[in-house]
């Protein structure tokens, strides 16, 4: 089965500075990995995914992630941190099993933003 | 306006009393799945539908059942409500055609108490 660790549930970042979620991930197969970011009380919303081919990815938000085979990292990177990206952060890893496309998620990270 | 919908957005009920929180998708996606939400644990499956009529047990199926009549709308039902199925749903849907998987969109999410 597959894994993800997210290191840290919560990371706190001065506004302006660089932000760094941790993801690892475990599969026996190439992975398919996702960010996504959830506000309060609201529904998730993908950030950027990872399926083949380039393996640093950006999204939206000014957010990126880079796939790194060799060390099973898929961590998320945003230059310059913003007040609005106060929110909580979850690492998926997409399992096709059959049909089903489950993602297994990491326990979150919740990135407060430090005036 | 892409989007799921969730029904109701907030519940407090009994245990033992039959409810239903309902899943309804503007995007003709035939994949819909629901999970749950819990402090520390992150998101788990519950159950998934890869079309109408085919539906199938996720991670934690335990105490739940959905239903797949029409494409846009997957339900999802809990007989006989106990207080560990407090908790945080969400449903999702996705527009994938196999292989890599499709973004998964997700609901605003309905918090559950069971009392």
Redesign the interface.
Known sequence: AQSVTQLGSHVSVSEGALVLLRCNYSSSVPPYLFWYVQYPNQGLQLLLKYTTGATLVKGINGFEAEFKKSETSFHLTKPSAHMSDAAEYFCAVSELDFGNEKLTFGTGTRLTIIP | EAQ?TQNPRYLITVTGKKLTVTCSQNMNHE?M?W?RQDP??????IY?S?NVEVT?K??VPEGYKVSRKEKRNFPLILESPSPNQTSLY?CAS?D?S???????Y????TRLTVT
């Open positions: 799921v994949y799945s999970y520390g644990l992150g998101l788990r499956q998934y890869m199938d996720g991670d969400f996705s994938s196999g292989v890599p998987p499709g973004e998964q997700f609901g605003p999410g």
